[in-house]
């Protein structure tokens, strides 16, 4: 026994590990899959098979459509803004400013907040009786409109700034960091012909930082998908819910509404839309090493 | 590299505003101006939060929102550490303030020690299969947790852990164990080899080598998975608010009852003075420890 012990010592130490990421993640999955083919209510009940019924169901359900549809047009959005605003941010500090570290931090110290936090603090600046807006009309600009948290149609872009406000900089982060692993023989040989500064932007630094765009893409993504506490805390879902999404759907069926088996059915289609970003993004990945 | 553009053309002998130097530095002028509104725009809302939580309620109405508070008062503080209603209870956030951090630093600690022994084997102690098991693990660090909440509310039930801080300290370690063992992992591949063999041949054991050789070279990747992991844990929503209850809430499911709950008079200036008590931790981590608070971002943003 002490022998083996001392043999295996490595697979030993993991084996606890495994055992809990094996219960908790993998046969946790399987448990809300199966749950997902059941009527299940307020408890998992496995004698209430229905089979698929349950994404038919969620499918058909005109909220989970709103979720379904916010979560890409949010995505979009929010990956739109965050990465081409995120690339100029690091361009600009790129250019050999003055007090560099000074700009990073303000930049980025909106990352160590909670999301939770976030969508408090822009809560209050969007807020139409004493936020921006106010600010605005005492400026002078009386007919300055600020309604995205009342407006139905517009409260996506709440949601868009608040998350780019906290995410901009780590893609910031991460685009400086590729910025600065560029070749400056690159910027001698243009500045030598002449060359623009944005055209050697456009033409070939911005075509060599496609490894961090991919990256940034991929991060970005999964956490659209899992977006949850932000619109909790900012818009709650709302007006109406016109600001939710599929995280807050599933939230709300399995906890408050008690329908287990229609909220297990969402909760595997987020998986899924993760597993639908990750697999190109893993298989690009290892098709370049080999 | 930077981009070294506008270097700025010296004076020449006919005069200091050439064309060449006129149209330099208007393009510095714009570059810094560019970045003055960027700096407004993510400092901008630290500062209205900061300003509004020293105001009385009669000034925030009057507007005046990137004002300076005419008469400062920490009245809003007060209140919110110790008297604001949250919920039925009426003691401000000092015990969901204790509670993050009764759950935050245990689970902090045992994940780290956990992610560190895990992450040591796989890379210094390998075997047959060590890559499918690293696989495994790290797998769980896309996997959005919704699909795993209803089964974790019936095991914490089961084990009597639902609505306790232990519950969730014991969730906060389990689903902590796919980064913490990524981050070392990656960390340790690069501790040379030949450092394990010697001590090996010597006869010093597993545990021996981590304590004695390992951890000793790895103080940069330890605070960087204590700060992702306090980061991650007190920022925590979904756990917190599918699994605690009112005694046992964490800051950031207290933080949303206080602000978003729809009775009685909104206290703007309390709620801006919560939402520094809540963000405050992590900021203080984040201004003392800001290079290695990135490098932990850059590894976890991928976590669940």
Known sequence: ?290 | MSAPTDAMPRPTRSGWLTPRRTKAILKRVVLYLLLAIVAFFFAGPLYILLSTSFKTMPEIQAGGLMSLPHEPTAQAWVTAWGEACIGITCGGLKGYFGNSMVMAVPAVLISVMIGAINGYALAKWPFPGARFVFAALVAGNFVPFQVVLAPVSVTLRTLGLFGSVEGLILIHVIYGIPITTMLFRNFFLSVPNDLIKAARIDGAGFFWIFFRIVLPLSPSVIVVALILQFTGIWNDFLFAVSFSNPSSAPMTVALNNLVNSNFGVKEYNVHMAATVIAAAPTLILYILLGRYFLRGMTAGAVKG
């Open chain 1, 1 to 290: 026994m002490r022998r083996f012990l001392q043999r295996h010592v490595s697979q030993v130490a993991l084996s606890p590990s495994l055992a809990l990421i094996a219960i908790f993640l993998y046969g946790f999955i399987a448990y809300t899959a199966a749950v997902s083919t059941t009527n299940s209510k307020a408890f998992p009940r496995f004698d209430t098979f229905v089979g698929l019924e349950q994404y038919w169901r969620l499918f058909h359900t005109p909220r989970w459509h709103v979720a379904f549809t916010n979560m890409f047009l949010f995505g979009g959005l929010f990956l739109l803004v965050t990465i081409s605003l995120g690339l100029l941010i690091a361009i600009l500090i790129d250019q050999r400013i003055r007090a560099e570290s000074f700009f990073r931090s303000i930049v980025m110290y909106p990352m160590a907040m909670s999301f939770v936090v976030t969508g408090i603090i822009w809560q209050w600046l969007l807020n139409p009786t004493l936020g921006i807006e106010v600010m605005m009309h005492q400026l002078g600009f009386e007919s300055f409109r600020l309604d995205w948290l009342t407006n139905p149609d517009t409260v996506i872009w709440a949601l868009v700034v608040a998350a780019f406000w906290q995410g901009c900089g780590l893609v910031m982060a991460l685009f400086l960091a590729g910025l600065r692993g560029i070749d400056e023989d690159i910027w001698k040989a243009a500045a030598v012909d002449g060359i623009p500064a944005w055209r050697v932007y456009v033409f070939i630094v911005i075509p060599m930082l496609a490894p961090v765009f991919l990256t940034v893409v991929v991060l970005l993504s999964l956490s659209i998908v899992r977006a949850f506490d932000l619109v909790v805390a900012l818009t709650n879902g709302g007006p109406g819910v016109s600001s939710d999404l599929p995280s807050v759907f599933m939230f709300d069926m399995a906890f408050r509404r008690t329908n287990l088996g229609l909220s297990a059915a969402s909760a595997v289609v987020m998986l899924g839309t993760v597993l639908a970003i990750l697999i190109p993004y893993l298989y690009i990945e290892t098709r370049e090493r080999a």
